[in-house]
């Protein structure tokens, strides 16, 4: 069975969405909505869909099986509000909402109404991610202690979003929700963070790179770095290092989508670079690529085959460690978090 769904939002971002349910079976994306015309006109045609301007009427006419939500955070709360109403699935991009109250609210709708909701964090399901993640639960290393986990730039990301150089909070805001998800997949929920933040571009409005320390259940630690204004050759960007020290052995995810795993008295590596889709191009084909595992994992989540990483639920347990984290940094202490929601 095709799944028939509807895309709201058709931005910057939204053609990675579109492209990659291009490519997948079981999907197809018959209608899209944008508050700009314009833009909703030019997605239909590129895309063979049929244009809205109101999100309302449009799923009130489609009636689709799942919702992708493509817009910024401060819509997504009345627009999943909409689809749990309407559709029979949600897909949110992150970050989930501005406040955690508004999260709450959405997990809490789709679950009134019985709808699956699932947050778009494209960044576990990066192939060099998803390896790391594979090799830790495989056990290879034993139980993860410690891990430092890095992303670190200087990529002109306000070229095709210029909204970011305004965004409040913008460092912990736009990458926070990544890479605390990530730290969550390998080493579990946090029961405290300490963060600092830096204002490093003078074009920007917000700091633009923080360094958080995560306190995890089971005394695991985590450091997570970020910056927008750090200088490579060749450009990091967009990824993701890291290094994660089990009991058993230890895992380098290096430059260059170099997988290395220190474990039984040996070390092995591999390469996990991804392939560029038809439809993508160099950097970003690491982004592309997730996104397509990513909703190639949604189409089964819809399904009822396999759950959903993450849910509406467990991405709240990330919204508050990232609300927690701008806490932190704002008031120069550590924040404890309680994960009873």
């Known amino acids: 069975m095709t799944l028939k769904g509807a895309l709201i939002g ?3 971002f939204a053609h990675n969405h ?3 349910w291009a490519e997948l079976d ?3 994306i018959i209608a899209v909505c944008d508050r700009d015309p314009v833009k909703a006109k030019a997605f239909a045609e590129a895309y063979g869909a049929k244009p809205f301007s109101d999100a309302a009427t449009m799923l009130a006419e489609i009636e689709p099986d799942f919702t992708d939500i493509a817009t910024t955070s401060p819509s997504h709360r009345p627009l999943v509000e909409l689809a749990a109403r309407h559709s029979r699935g949600a897909i949110c991009q992150k970050p989930l909402a501005e406040t955690l109250e508004d999260a709450e609210a959405m997990v809490a709708a789709c679950a009134t109404a019985g709808v699956p909701l699932l947050v778009h964090e494209n960044f576990r399901w990066q192939a060099p991610i998803r390896a790391v993640i594979d090799h830790v639960r495989s056990g290879m290393i034993g139980k993860p202690h410690f891990l430092r986990l890095s992303f670190r730039h200087a990529f002109d990301i306000y070229d095709g979003q210029p909204y970011l150089a305004q965004t409040e909070d913008l460092a912990l805001m736009d990458i926070g929700p990544h890479v605390f998800d990530m730290a969550r997949a390998l080493m579990g929920d946090v029961e405290q963070v300490y963060c600092q933040t830096q204002k490093l571009n003078r074009r920007v409005a917000a700091p633009d790179a923080f360094l958080a320390q995560l306190q995890h259940a ?4 985590s450091s997570l770095e970020c910056s927008f204004l750090s200088h490579y050759q060749p450009e990091r960007f967009p990824q993701s290092l890291l290094v994660i020290e089990g009991n058993l052995g230890s895992i380098e995810l290096l430059e260059g989508f170099r997988l290395r795993v220190h474990a039984g008295g040996t070390v092995s590596e591999f390469d996990v670079e991804p392939p560029v889709p038809v439809w993508g ?5 690491l982004v592309q690529e997730s996104v397509v595992a990513f909703q190639r994992h949604a189409i089964r989540a819809l399904n009822g085959k396999e759950p959903g990483q993450p849910t509406g639920a467990d991405n709240l347990k990330t919204f508050a460690l990232t609300r927690a984290a701008i806490a932190s940094a ?3 202490t550590a924040i404890s978090l309680s994960h009873s929601t």
């Open 10 to 12: 058709c931005g910057f």
């Open 18 to 20: 579109m492209q990659a």
């Open 26 to 28: 079981g999907a197809q």
């Open 218 to 221: 089971g005394g695991g630690i």
């Open 281 to 285: 191009e160099k950097p970003w084909h």
């Open 330 to 332: 704002a008031t120069g």
